[in-house]
């Protein structure tokens, strides 16, 4: 049976989601949801450009699910619309793609973790952390998981990029809508370093400014106020830490994101524009360089093919019936992260998760 698909939200994203699962085996989009006009028409002209299709289109999440029809839904609609939307969602029996960042705070996180918690056997929420499936980076996870680098000691993962882009309605020029950059962007570093780390943190520490963009830019909501630089430590236990080093004005990089992951025995890196993972081992001091072939990807996209692999992970735990391979608790830790390094930003002070969990 084909999976029938509902979108909630066609932007940037929504169109993402369109575009990828036209290339899924067995998927359709039925259903485009969105408030604003000139995005529902494009999400629905998406769908007719990629599958032949028209599908029903809404201007409101609760119509679409009123109509019927959609087997999994999509959520892709600014970062602080997503609980009150996945909680009407989760009232249904329907799958969800839940965009990142799960929530903006971590109160809503736990409210969308208890609803799906309460819902039919069998149902698959998965949260959209999808840098997990960037070919580099799952490299080096498959690196790790095999344990030729030893026990994992440090991951040090550094994004410099360009500016967050114009967004429907700005909302991502402003804490407020997107629970902060490091909420925001960065959810995906840390649920990357929770993974890397096969646990949970314990303490926080991060110095963070809003210095170079957007600061002539003014809109109704007011002057923005998201942060476009900083560093990050984030402590395990004694003997782990990771760090994030995040800057939004580094146009100029060979690569978007590169990630460090050192081990009592090696080393991996992952350089995800380059798509290269490299392997250095202390025994001999060598350095091996992979390039990485994406396979199994039918459609690269916005994100390195990533978006297509978490597809797959989505319909292939829909169709088993297992639960998502990212689920809600990675969500709510990756948001926590987030909340803390705000807290420690605004504070001064290291934050223990202790205190925002
Ligand atoms: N996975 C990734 O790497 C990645 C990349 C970009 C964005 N995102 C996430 O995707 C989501 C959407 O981001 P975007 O870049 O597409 O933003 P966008 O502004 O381009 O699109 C958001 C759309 O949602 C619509 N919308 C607002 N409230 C809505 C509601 N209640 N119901 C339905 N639609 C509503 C808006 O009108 C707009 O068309 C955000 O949560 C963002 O963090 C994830």
């Known amino acids: 049976m084909p999976i029938r698909y509902g979108i909630v ?11 990828n699962i036209a290339q899924l085996e067995g998927g359709a989009v039925v259903a485009v949801c969105d408030p604003d006009p000139v995005s529902l028409d494009a999400g629905v002209a998406a769908v007719t450009k990629t599958s032949g299709a028209t599908p029903e289109a809404f201007e409101d999440h609760r119509a679409l699910l009123e109509a019927g029809g959609c087997d999994a839904v999509v959520i892709a609609t600014p970062n602080h619309t997503h609980g009150e939307v996945a909680l009407d969602l989760l009232a249904t029996d329907v799958h969800l793609l839940i965009e990142k960042p799960l929530c903006t705070t971590v109160e809503e996180c736990r409210a969308v973790a208890a609803a799906a918690a309460a819902g039919p056997p069998g149902r698959v929420v998965q949260v959209g952390l999808e840098y997990r499936f960037m070919p580099p980076t799952m490299a080096l996870l ?19 990029r360009f500016p967050f882009l114009s967004k429907v309605g700005n909302w991502n020029r402003f804490n407020r809508y997107t629970g902060g950059t ?6 995906h570093f840390f649920d990357l370093m929770n993974l890397i780390m096969g646990d949970a943190p314990v303490r926080v520490l991060a110095s963070a400014g809003h210095d170079v963009n957007h600061l002539d830019e003014s809109y109704d909501d007011g002057a923005p106020d998201i942060i476009d630089n900083g560093y990050v430590i984030v402590e395990y236990d004694e003997s782990r830490r990771a760090m994030l080093d995040l800057c939004m004005f580094a146009e ?26 490299r392997i250095g081992r202390r025994s001999d001091w060598s350095v091996e360089e992979r390039q990485i072939e994406p396979a199994g990807i039918a459609h690269v996209g916005m994100h390195h093919g990533s978006s297509y692999l978490e597809h797959v992970a989505f319909a292939e735990s ?10 809600i608790q990675d969500g709510l830790l990756a948001v ?18 202790d205190e925002v969990l």
């Open 142 to 160: 498959a690196e790790v998981r095999s344990g030729s680098l030893g026990a994992v000691r440090m991951v040090s993962i550094r994004e410099h």
């Open 9 to 19: 939200g066609t932007g940037m994203m929504g169109i993402e989601h369109i575009e």
């Open 318 to 327: 829909i169709r088993t019936r297992r639960p998502a391979q990212v689920g």
């Open 182 to 187: 490091f909420v925001e962007k960065c959810c």
């Open 252 to 277: 100029g990089s060979k690569n978007q994101q590169e990630i460090s992951v050192v081990g009592d025995i090696a080393k991996a890196e992952a350089l995800v524009s380059e798509s290269v993972m």
């Open 336 to 353: 926590a992260v987030g909340v803390a390094a705000h807290r420690s930003v605004e504070t001064g002070a290291a934050v223990m998760m």
